[in-house]
């Protein structure tokens, strides 16, 4: 389970309503295993590279699958919807770091520097 604090919000123009959640570091914690675990790094990093916008990345997970406590990224919709994850930092550089500690560079699959944040 990855801690979070959650809140009942209107989504903008749509018009509908949502649950969204807001975490610290610690909240990432469980992802940053589970990319491991599933030896998923180059996946997930290109994932969170390609999100970026500014000090921004966003993704999205598998509703379905994280139910089961793994993580897969959906290729297209999906029929229960997508788990839509923001990680915003205080500086591009700070976002850089973080998707580092997340998801390092690898050679053969190993990382090649894990750094702690």
Not at 31 to 43: A, K, P, Q, S, Y
Not at 71 to 94: C, K, M, Q, W, Y
Request: proline share 3%; glycine share 12%.
């Amino acid at each position: 389970m990855i801690p979070v604090e959650l809140k009942l919000q209107d989504s903008g123009d749509s018009g509908s309503t949502g649950l969204y959640g807001e975490g610290d570091l610690e909240s990432l914690r469980k992802l940053h295993l589970l990319f491991r675990e599933e030896e998923i790094l180059d996946t997930a990093r290109g994932m969170l590279l390609n999100g970026i916008k500014g000090s921004t990345t966003e993704f999205r997970l598998s509703k379905q699958v994280a139910f089961v406590g793994k993580v897969n990224f959906p290729a297209g919709r999906e029929s229960l919807g997508s788990i839509h994850v923001g990680i915003t930092a205080g500086s591009d550089n700070e976002l850089q770091r973080v998707i580092d500690w997340l998801t390092p560079q690898t050679i053969n699959g190993e990382p090649v520097e894990e750094i702690e944040l």
